[in-house]
């Protein structure tokens, strides 16, 4: 039985007098949720927060099959939704909210588990929340006391599927024709099936990376050079701290960690210059530890910038001293990397210099 607008006035001129107070809820709940997320070390790819509009909320209860007693009563009004990069992350973050809120068991449910296999897009976490009672005390949620969110946890795959499944239009199995509904099955398989494949990769990459140091011990020439063994190889290589700390002291400047991104640049600049396994380019290095400090410190006096600089330096004047004896300026500008000199200009100048550094040395003394 469908409500009246005059059954439902009285909870929606509630809902408008206390709408600010809705939205202030939501905000800061969002605010702790990430804060919580950060201080748990729980990785996440976005956390956002809304507030059910008014109009929203009076088709909601004209819908209704039994009206609620009061607005309390409503428990989805303000509501937080928790993306997580990988399906089985939710779980984290579900655990997460099960030791920092009040949890409204009864209201609250794993919709991953009761709904049919071509409902992929939906298979959400869902909590109905309070903050706990240590922190309704605390005076900034104390005027939130007796509200309750809805909080919504789902993978980035997941997510994609439920916008673009809402943005159809079709919410039930009967309204939708079945030649749809096949196709929907087939699409919510390759979902399932791509978001365990990301899980598998994930765990894959991470075995690997732990292994790394063993084998790059054990077996070098059978590492190939990617962004996470140039990691290892910059952390654990005798010779490649030798010839970094040459450098430092050449210098006069601190050396510091290289970041990801930084490795990444690193192995594709390894690889262009044909040396692809760790072994590989250890072995250019040894013998050319003298002419690498003495190509750094010919730039060094020409840029006189450098306070730092990372770990792993070496490596990238390997690089720069062998495409310099490759090719001209132009050949070398055309393999800088983007990320270390974004303008044209600028590689044409950093070529120039590698180039002319290169033929220096090379000439005799």
């Known amino acids: 039985m469908t409500q009246t607008t005059r059954d439902i006035l009285p909870i929606l001129r509630d809902y408008e007098s206390q709408f600010v107070t809705y939205q202030d809820f939501a905000a800061n709940l969002e605010e702790l949720i990430v804060r919580l997320l950060q201080t748990e070390g729980i990785r996440t790819h976005t956390v956002t927060h809304r507030v059910k509009a008014l109009k929203s909320l009076e088709g909601k209860l004209k819908a209704a099959s039994r009206m609620p007693v009061c607005l309390r009563d409503i428990t989805d009004l303000a509501g937080v939704r928790i993306i997580t990069y990988f399906a089985d992350e939710a779980a984290d973050v579900g655990r997460m909210m099960e030791r920092n809120f009040e949890v409204d068991e009864a209201a609250s449910g794993d919709k991953r588990m009761i709904l049919d296999p071509d ?22 949620w104390s005027r939130f006391s007796a509200l309750k969110a809805e909080i919504q946890i789902r993978s980035i795959l997941q997510h994609a599927w439920a916008e673009i499944e809402h943005d159809l239009g079709y919410k039930t199995k009967l309204a939708t024709p079945r030649s749809v509904r096949r196709r929907f099955a087939r699409l919510a398989g390759l979902l399932e099936l791509a978001d365990d494949e990301f899980r598998d990769l994930r765990d894959f990459l991470a075995d690997y990376t732990a292994r790394l140091p063993d084998l790059i011990r054990q077996s070098p020439e059978d590492v190939g050079v990617d962004q996470a063994s140039v990691k290892v190889l910059i952390k654990t290589s005798d010779i490649v701290h030798c010839i970094d700390d040459k450098l430092s002291v050449a210098y006069k400047a601190r050396l510091i960690d290289p970041t990801t991104t930084r490795c990444g640049v690193l192995s594709e600049l390894l ?66 990397p983007d990320i270390m000199y974004p303008d044209e200009e600028q590689k044409t100048r950093e070529a120039e210099r590698f180039s002319s550094i290169v033929t220096a040395l090379a000439a005799p003394t």
Request: glycine share 4%.
């Open 119 to 140: 409902r992929f897009g939906y298979l959400s976490l869902h909590y109905v929340v309070r903050v706990d009672q240590v922190r309704r005390l605390l005076p900034e």
């Open 271 to 336: 690889n262009e210059v044909d040396l692809h396994t760790v072994a590989q380019v250890e072995s250019a290095l040894a013998p050319m530890a003298d002419q690498i400090v003495a190509f750094k410190q010919r730039h060094f006096d020409m840029i006189k910038v450098y306070e730092a600089f990372f770990h792993g330096a070496c490596l990238f004047v390997l690089c720069w001293i062998r495409l310099a004896k490759r090719g001209g300026t132009e050949y070398i500008a055309s393999k800088l």
